[in-house]
């Protein structure tokens, strides 16, 4: 690169990042994912590092955020709050420790190189400075551009967990204490949930709620939404001018026994921090965070390592914005931009027509993406997506991959206005969108392949009849090979027209046969969630069998009969008896009749349902006895199982790695169980 293509392009970063930092810091909006930001960085860092003398004298890489707000008063900080570098994988975690060796060699004589490690979760939050002084809480400060920073004490006041006059007798007259200000993830849901009900816009993620929430004018506001914080460290400690008190002195030689002596102070400390012996622990803590993640009440978007050894931070000292005896260990992007090359329409089991993003294959999250959902005209109106725009896609955890928004500034010429199919895309039968519904339909049934092999492998589904040696390929397979048009068909197959299908051997084809001879007894239960009607889940197909006790008493039942059972509201109770007035389902489900066998349902009495009109909740992993299991022995005893945590739950029963769910609970005062206190409950 010549010398004035290296110039325009160190300008064109630098006016990107402080657009992007503006647009993070103060309007709380950021129109790119961090990943991007992080690369913008890193290119201009390694750029400045390679030409210093043409860096940018108002370079974003010498800042550590935003500037101050207007509005409120600033703070100039005692000590600078700095920033963390970054290492991004294994590999540059080693370079990290290698360098801190080389340095802790070049300055000591003989330099330990077995050094302690204190590791943190690194919440998604922002970093505060809290000032007590005597004993009493006096300022808080945000970092802003790391020497000044917003006056932000009301509200920080407000925080219920950051105590207002510390605990005990024994600490410094001045203590300035850092770490994070953070939205749990249970009250940033519950807050956006309140803003959508109020048609207004909510906040992207945790991070920007806690940021807007501290920006509030009105400290009343702040008050009502839940913010929690976590100290990382300490900022100017010492004896005031008038003062006689410990000073210095009392702080611990060790990082992680500061945190605790802070603790100590009555200052939440985050629960998941560790010492680690030595470098080699790092990758292991990183996993078990990584792991934890979704199960974590809070955000965190990787980990931080600092060693632990005051003697040593002071050896190694710091460079331009940050330490070099700490570094944040990240996590893969969990958001990446790509582009929206192509749409197409997939047809569902009820004919819903799905529109489906054909993106440029991108690493996010941990694995390649090259399709996620839209799910409707809705969705596509709201994000004003169009074919060859710039998207932010978002894969946490094993959350299904989600396009989050658009980068409008990036729209090229030969965008496309996404339109949808006036014909279903397999079958071509008309499409209609029901009254007050988002999603639009094939109205071709049974009719439409897509549909036909949908409800093939809903039925033959681990859920419905469980039918061995029968994937979704294979059913694909003997759709598409004319071998079956309905379910009843399945029972028709022999093994010879199994068998001399392509890529098909003899011991799958009788595999197959014999899977469906077992299918044939089953629950009533079983059967009517199998038969796949709209909205008609495993929960409701319970509820009817136990309700009717026979097939026949389902089919026949009317709208108002329906409603009597225990979650059929109007909707359900309508789609169960539109469903059994169509001939062809009609004449599907009596040929099944005809093959299909079950056991008669025991009338239980109210003795025998002691559980009946409580609701239970099941979340996180319970080890003995599994959902499945749990859930039946529950439902057996005539508890409803539902999915979702609300004030009409009873009990919410959280196995390991319990997540939102159990937070919700907690903050609504619900009963929780262990997976032993559930077991207790069905013995007794
Ligand atoms: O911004 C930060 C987040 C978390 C930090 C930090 C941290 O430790 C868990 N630690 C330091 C030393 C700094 N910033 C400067």
């Not at 934890?292 to 978007?301: C, H, N, P, T, V």
């Not at 068998?499 to 046969?513: E, H, P, V, Y």
């Not at 008896?577 to 009495?605: C, G, R, T, Y």
């Not at 907690?666 to 206190?677: H, I, N, P």
Request: charged share 25%; proline share 4%; net charge negative.
């Amino acid at each position: 690169m010549s010398e004035e293509n290296i110039i325009n392009r160190m300008a064109v970063i630098c006016q990107q990042i402080h657009r992007y930092n503006h647009q993070y810091y103060v309007l709380d909006e950021p129109s790119v994912p961090d990943a991007e930001y992080d690369r913008l960085m890193r290119e201009l860092t390694t750029l400045e590092t390679e030409y210093p003398q043409l860096k940018l004298l108002d370079s974003p890489s010498q800042k550590v955020g935003g500037v101050a707000l207007k509005s409120f008063s600033q703070v100039v900080h005692q000590l600078p709050m700095l920033s963390l570098d970054n290492v991004f994988s294994a590999q540059e975690w080693q370079a990290f420790v290698k360098r801190l060796i080389d340095r802790l060699n070049k300055s000591q004589a003989k330099a330990t190189v077995d050094f302690a490690i204190c590791a943190e979760p690194k919440l998604d939050g922002l970093a505060v400075s809290l000032r007590y002084e005597n004993g009493v809480f006096v300022q808080a400060a945000t970092r802003g551009d790391g020497t000044v920073g917003e006056n932000i004490t009301e509200n920080v006041r407000t925080i219920k967990s950051i105590p207002l006059r510390l605990q005990g007798t024994s600490f410094p007259d001045v203590l300035e204490v850092r770490g994070e200000v953070f939205m749990p993830k249970a009250s940033f849901d519950a807050l956006n949930q309140q803003a959508i009900k109020k048609g207004e816009k909510g906040f992207a993620n945790p991070r920007n709620a806690a940021a807007g929430s501290l920006r509030q004018l009105d400290s009343k506001i702040t008050a009502k939404r839940n913010l929690a914080f976590y100290a990382y460290g300490l900022g100017f400690v010492g004896v005031s001018e008038d003062g006689n008190g410990v000073g210095e002195n009392w702080l611990a030689t060790s990082h992680y026994q500061r945190l605790c002596q802070i603790k100590a102070l009555g200052l939440p400390m985050c629960p998941e921090v560790k010492l680690l012996e030595n470098a080699t622990q790092v990758e292991d803590f990183y996993q078990h965070i990584l792991q934890q993640r979704a199960a974590l009440s809070y955000e965190i978007d990787g980990t931080v390592f600092k060693v632990d050894d005051i003697a040593l931070q002071q050896q190694l000292g710091f460079v331009a914005r940050a330490p070099r005896w700490a570094t944040a260990y990240k996590f893969p992007a969990q958001e990446e931009l790509t582009i929206l090359e192509a749409v197409d329409f997939q047809v569902g089991r009820t004919g819903a027509i799905t529109p489906v993003a054909r993106l440029k294959p991108i690493f996010v999250g941990g694995v390649t993406v090259s399709n996620a959902t839209l799910h409707n005209q809705d969705e596509i109106d709201r994000l004003g997506i169009q074919i060859n725009d710039t998207v932010i896609i978002r894969r946490a955890g094993d959350v299904i991959p989600q396009i989050v928004s658009v980068v409008v500034e990036r729209r090229p010429e030969n965008a496309e206005v996404i339109s949808f199919p006036k014909v279903c895309p397999v079958c071509e039968s008309a499409v209609m969108k029901a009254e007050g519904e988002a999603v639009l339909r094939c109205t071709g049934g049974l009719y439409c392949q897509a549909q036909r092999k949908e409800a093939i492998k809903h039925f033959a589904s681990r859920k419905a009849l469980d039918v061995d040696g029968l994937g979704d390929k294979l059913v694909e397979q003997l759709v598409d090979e004319g071998l079956i048009k309905t379910p009843a068909d399945l029972f028709k197959l022999t093994s010879l027209d199994v068998s001399t299908m392509a890529r098909m051997g003899q011991k799958s084809a009788d595999n197959l046969i014999k899977g469906l001879e077992s299918a044939k007894s089953t629950t009533l239960a079983k059967f009517v969630y199998a038969l796949g009607i709209r909205e008609v889940g495993e929960t409701t197909a319970a509820n009817l069998a136990q309700y009717f006790r026979t097939f026949a008493a389902i089919k026949a039942a009317n709208d108002e009969q329906l409603q009597q059972v225990p979650d059929v509201g109007v909707i359900v109770a309508k789609n169960i008896v539109n469903f059994f007035a169509q001939a062809h389902n009609l004449e599907v489900v009596e040929e099944l009749e005809a093959i299909m066998s079950w056991p008669d349902i025991e009338v239980k009495s109210d003795d025998e349902l002691p559980l009946k009109d409580q609701t239970f909740v099941l979340t996180g992993t319970l080890s003995k006895m599994g959902r499945n299991e749990a859930k039946a022995a529950l439902q057996a005893l005539g508890a409803k199982v539902s999915g979702s945590v609300s004030a009409k739950t009873h009990y919410l029963v959280a196995g390991e790695k319990a997540g939102s769910k159990l937070v919700k609970a907690q903050d609504l005062g619900v009963s929780v169980l262990t997976e032993d206190e559930m077991i207790a409950l069905l013995n007794s």
